[in-house]
């Protein structure tokens, strides 16, 4: 289980599932957040997936992760027992990820060839 945290820096309020973020404001989801989907106006949604133990590339070894994807960037937040993870939107639509344990950029690709997933 991880914690999520939103800070909004950004000018605009962001749609979250069936809250609203509203700019200037920090945003706690206490309960399990599991998958959630931040659709940011005027950008592309932040995925948020909770990927549980399942290691999906990058370097950290904490047993649990967050994948987090926008735009084409990947980043994967990997913690122990309880995770932390910070995130704030900034003016001008930059992302920043914080929190306990490792949060490193790592290269997903959405899409594989056949002869890739056989090996």
């Given at each position: 289980?991880?914690?999520?945290?939103?800070?909004?820096?950004?000018?605009?309020?962001?749609?979250?599932g069936?809250?609203?973020?509203?700019?200037?404001?920090?945003?706690k989801?206490?309960?399990?957040p599991?998958?959630?989907?931040?659709?940011?106006?005027?950008?592309?949604?932040?995925?948020?997936?909770?990927?549980?133990?399942?290691?999906?590339?990058?370097?950290?070894?904490?047993?649990?992760?967050v994948?987090?994807?926008?735009?084409?960037?990947?980043?994967i937040?990997?913690?122990?027992s309880?995770?932390?993870?910070?995130?704030?939107?900034?003016?001008?639509?930059?992302?920043?990820?914080?929190?306990?344990?490792?949060?490193?950029?790592?290269?997903?690709?959405?899409?594989?060839?056949?002869?890739?997933?056989?090996?």
């Amino acid at each position: 289980m991880y914690v999520l945290t939103v800070i909004n820096n950004y000018v605009y309020t962001i749609p979250a599932g069936e809250k609203e973020l509203e700019a200037g404001r920090t945003f706690k989801v206490t309960e399990t957040p599991g998958n959630i989907i931040l659709t940011i106006p005027g950008l592309e949604s932040l995925n948020l997936r909770d990927i549980g133990k399942q290691h999906i590339g990058g370097p950290g070894t904490k047993t649990r992760g967050v994948l987090f994807s926008c735009q084409g960037d990947e980043r994967i937040h990997r913690y122990e027992s309880e995770g932390n993870l910070i995130v704030t939107l900034n003016n001008p639509a930059q992302k920043k990820a914080d929190g306990n344990g490792d949060v490193t950029l790592t290269r997903f690709y959405s899409f594989q060839l056949a002869e890739e997933t056989s090996k």
